[in-house]
């Protein structure tokens, strides 16, 4: 589920997958290397600080704020390479679990995002299930069935569907409709209502599979609207507003950014993630922003958010550097974002999804941002000034990566994405006032220390 970061598996001294994205679970074919005893599962990790320079030689030296320049090349966590808050450390060996799964079928997908009607008197769940075929079908062919069951808050079921499944596997799909739902609400604001879906694959009433998804029915909007002259954004001038609604309601989302818990990923349990958000809430916040230095948080964090009403400010994993566009590297990012998209996106306290930490505003401090109307430009060759190629990562990658796991029939995204953090979508200034999210970098450096409230 995941390998940090440069790796090469053997299974039984036959090579069967190599990974250099740490962000990305790889599945392997394995059954015909398999022994009745004594298999030997070999991982070979390579360095990521030499991976990244010897990418940098052939490709270029990009500006960053932290770390070492090479980290733009590498997808790994970047704080593991140093930051203005930690040191540098860079980890290596499998993050997340390894496991072998031996069932003729597997649930590969289960897209769920749930929708709530406009006047909050109903909410329709569409799902989509994908079925995927891992070994031969047995020799009898006996049928498989899924089966969907819908929990009220309470625990009740309050609706079950049960659908045939062929033995090659397939896609299933199925519709609930709920009327006046007990509805999800960020804290502070009511209650966290979350209904429990649980989809279960079986063959003769053997459990082949199972996904258990707890959905929190909410209607969010990002609000970006005109704002008149005013003191807001000065006499003179105008600007957009940029806040969040829940259920119609506006949300005061103060809070702060989420840096990982520690530096060694694998220490971090969910009692302590627990422990860490609840100290978040006896703060009074009502949202947090995770920080596009860190990784793709675990389960443990998304579904306490769930529990506690704490929004998320999801960046994808790129911070403070001018990130390369390569077709290499973008079928790489798309991959990625295509793994944190399935993995999250019913997760009621999931507000936004932001390209990247800062990268605007280093490229604008470079001289190689003009602004969202200007072209983006080719990648440098070695040797040349480094350009802003990375534009196309948050311009043209992540979004289509969206619109293929996190979006309706219609196309369009079940949660809002913002290119950037700081971003603003008109001016060449992504720390502009008057329209978009801001960094207010003015209180770190001091510029605010004397100004009168």
């Not at 709530?116 to 006996?142: T, W």
């Not at 079950?160 to 009327?179: F, K, P």
Request: hydrophobic residues 40%.
């Amino acid at each position: 589920d995941g390998l940090d970061t440069v790796a090469t598996v053997f299974l039984n001294g036959t090579l069967v997958l190599r990974s250099d994205n740490m962000f990305v679970p790889r599945r392997a074919a394995v059954g015909p290397l398999l022994r009745p005893t004594d298999n030997e599962l070999l991982i070979l990790f390579e360095s990521a600080l030499r991976t990244g320079r010897e990418r940098q030689a052939r490709a270029g030296e990009r500006p960053v704020w932290n770390g070492d320049p090479s980290r733009v090349y590498v997808r790994k966590a970047q704080v593991h390479y140093g930051w203005d808050f930690g040191p540098a450390l860079l980890s290596a060996g499998p993050w997340r679990p390894v496991r072998l799964c031996a069932r003729p079928l597997c649930l590969a997908d289960v897209h769920v995002v749930p929708e709530v009607a406009p006047d909050l008197r109903s909410a329709r769940i569409p799902i989509v299930v994908h079925v995927e075929a891992q070994a031969e079908p047995a020799v009898d062919g006996a049928p498989c069935e899924l089966h969907l069951t819908l929990r009220a808050p309470g625990g009740e079921r309050i609706q079950h569907r049960q659908a045939r499944v062929e033995a090659r596997g397939g896609t299933i799909g199925d519709e609930l409709r709920l009327a006046e739902p007990s509805l999800w609400w960020p804290r502070g604001y009511g209650s966290q209502a979350l209904y429990t879906l649980e989809v279960t694959l079986q063959q003769r009433g053997e459990v082949l599979d199972t996904r258990t998804l707890r959905l929190g029915l909410r209607r969010l909007r990002l609000v970006e609207e005109p704002l008149g002259p005013g003191p807001r954004v000065g006499p003179n001038d105008t600007g957009e507003s940029f806040y969040f609604e829940v259920n119609g309601q506006p949300i005061f989302c103060g809070g702060a950014n989420w840096i990982p818990a520690d530096l060694l990923t694998t220490r971090v349990t969910p009692a302590r993630i627990a422990a860490l958000l609840d100290e978040a809430v006896a703060a009074n916040m009502t949202m947090l922003r995770v920080w596009g230095g860190g990784i793709y948080e675990d389960d443990a964090f998304y579904d306490r958010c769930d529990e506690l009403g704490l929004l998320v400010f999801q960046d994808f994993l790129f911070a403070c550097g001018m990130y390369p566009a390569h077709d290499w590297f973008r079928s790489s990012v798309a991959e990625e974002a295509t793994a944190a998209a399935r993995r999250l996106r019913h997760h009621a306290c999931l507000a936004l999804w932001a390209g990247n930490n800062e990268d605007y505003a280093i490229a604008q401090s470079n001289s190689a941002y003009g602004g969202p109307a200007s072209d983006i430009p080719a990648p440098a060759g070695p040797g040349e000034r480094a350009r802003f190629d990375g534009r196309r990562l948050y311009e043209e990658t992540l979004p289509a990566a969206l619109r293929a796991a996190d979006a309706g029939p219609d196309g369009e995204l079940h949660h809002p994405y913002w290119p950037g953090s700081p971003y603003s979508r008109t001016s060449s200034d992504p720390n502009d006032l008057h329209q978009g999210d801001r960094h207010i970098w003015e209180v770190w450096h001091q510029p605010m220390r004397g100004v009168a409230i």
